[in-house]
């Protein structure tokens, strides 16, 4: 078989079902002060989105299947995966790679 015959496939860990509902209210809350989010939610409900990639998931805003972060939850997100205890410390790199997984 060829390389050319094999498909890129997207690795992610977290689905949205998976949250708690403190969570996608947490989110939700931070997303009306982010206007980026703001303004791709707006973009993806009136049909005018042009990256495809976007999607609304339970009101939640993903981008290739990943949980976009409002603004004011970036910083909490990466501690909270940097701080794991099943992650471990694997450096910069290494955690900035498990937190695009789930996450945009």
């Not at 078989?1 to 969570?23: C, F, R, T, V």
């Not at 809350?29 to 303004?39: T, V």
């Not at 993806?44 to 939640?60: A, F, P, Q, R, W």
């Not at 910083?75 to 910069?92: C, L, P, W, Y």
Request: proline content about 2%; hydrophobic content about 30%; some cysteine.
């Amino acid at each position: 078989m060829d390389n050319n015959s094999y498909k890129a496939i997207s690795i992610g860990a977290l689905d949205i079902g998976q949250l708690l509902p403190e969570a996608k209210e947490k989110i939700m809350e931070k997303a009306l002060l982010d206007d980026s989010y703001r303004s791709i939610c707006k973009q993806l409900s009136s049909g005018n989105n042009t990256d495809k990639h976007y999607e609304l998931v339970d009101d939640i805003l993903c981008w290739k299947k990943r949980i976009y972060a409002p603004k004011e939850l970036q910083q909490r997100t990466m501690q909270s995966e940097h701080d794991s205890k099943v992650a471990g410390h694997f450096g910069r790199e290494r955690t900035m790679e498990l937190i695009s997984r789930n996450f945009y």
